[in-house]
């Protein structure tokens, strides 16, 4: 498991070099791997790949996500934004909550399509593919969980019910206070484990708003969908942990 969690960690780094530099081909090339690297050896990381989670695969599979985009942006083509939603897919059959980055990633396609880059029709089929993809995870899931549960007396859900209903207790559970305290919460875990690298990130994001590159557009939303989609279903937990947990 940690070797796994090694594996995927070294390959998001490489993928990370990549895309920023495509993103931003007139920085130091230098730099953005230095960046880079101290990024993938924050604190965080280091704890998670101890951990038998599908993290580290989970944020590689995200970055493929990013560079298929990248590569949308500079030369688009059908087969890469199929390859786009497949991975998405793929994200979601490791972790329900990928359904953030999935929502990301309709809004960065109907923006590609404003933009004339990619097709409309193109967008629709690999819309189509996609649901149909998921549905059939979906049910795939409901008949393992029954064969694996067929002789207790568990109520057996599907992963996307139990995600949903988890974040409908949590608000439930918590209300609005407790939701502004979750967020305030996974932002200091965030800061703590990036040695407060992310808030940096948060301030250049800031000095650059109104001149943000698509590509950084979809990783902004998809934060922003994750944090409050999680602080949502963490917010259920009975555990102090719970309000800091930002895995």
Known sequence: VVLGNAVALCISYILSVYAINRIFPDKNKKLIALACGIAALIPGY????????????????????????????????????????????????????????????????IKLVKEKRVLAIQALQVGVCVVILFAILQVMESF???????ESDMRITSSLSAFFDGMAKGLETKGIFGFLQGIVGKLYSLSAG????????FWAIYCNRKKLPGEIL??????????????????????????????
């Open 46 to 109: 280091a704890q998670v790949k101890l951990l038998a989670v599908p993290d580290l695969f989970i944020l590689m599979i995200f970055w493929i996500t990013i560079v298929l985009l990248v590569e949308l942006y500079r030369k688009p083509s059908f087969v890469k934004l199929l390859g786009f939603g497949i991975t998405i897919v793929i994200g979601l059959m490791f972790h329900i909550a990928f359904l953030c980055v999935a929502a990301a990633g309709v809004i960065a396609v």
């Open 144 to 150: 393992w969980l029954n064969q694996i549960f067929k």
């Open 194 to 201: 990036s040695m407060l690298g992310c808030l940096f990130g």
């Open 218 to 247: 979809y990783v902004i939303i998809s934060f922003v969908l994750m944090l409050l989609t999680l602080t949502l279903y963490y917010s259920s937990g009975k555990t102090g942990d719970s309000i800091i947990n930002a895995r």
